[in-house]
């Protein structure tokens, strides 16, 4: 069975910086996209970055500039480093992969459990 487990979230002060962690484990022969979601209180959950199976990564505008998104194949993980932290970045994220079990499958998402970023001003 297929889980992500998310670390590094937390209360940090307005300009300050985090890393998000999220390992994939389980039954995998290859994942294609990883990703960070977020949702705030009351507002839809939004797509914050996305990083390609050969590493290119992709932002959303409100976060251009200021998070980095990596992954380590061998490690099956995604790292997601937010720099200059805005209050309004506060929400809960959420790391994602599109994993294919096994050669010659569909691959589908499988969602980390969210890991909650709080940013005081």
């Known amino acids: 069975q297929v889980q992500l487990v998310e670390s590094g979230g937390g209360l940090v002060q307005a300009g300050g910086s985090l890393r998000l962690s999220c390992a994939v484990s389980?039954?995998?022969?290859?994942?294609?996209?990883m990703g960070w979601y977020r949702q705030a209180p009351g507002k839809q959950r939004e797509l914050v970055a996305v990083?390609?199976?050969?590493?290119?990564?992709h932002y959303a505008d409100s976060v251009k500039g200021r998070f980095t998104i990596s992954r380590d194949n061998a490690k099956n993980t995604v790292y997601l480093q937010m720099n200059s932290l805005k209050p309004e970045d506060t929400a809960i994220y959420y790391c994602?992969?599109?994993?294919?079990?096994?050669?010659?499958?569909?691959?589908?998402?499988?969602w980390g459990q969210g890991t909650q970023v709080t940013v005081s001003s």
């Open positions: 389980g039954s995998i022969f290859s994942i294609n996209d």
């Open positions: 994602y992969a599109d994993v294919k079990p096994y050669r010659g499958s569909y691959s589908y998402t499988k």
């Open positions: 990083i390609t199976s050969g590493g290119s990564p």
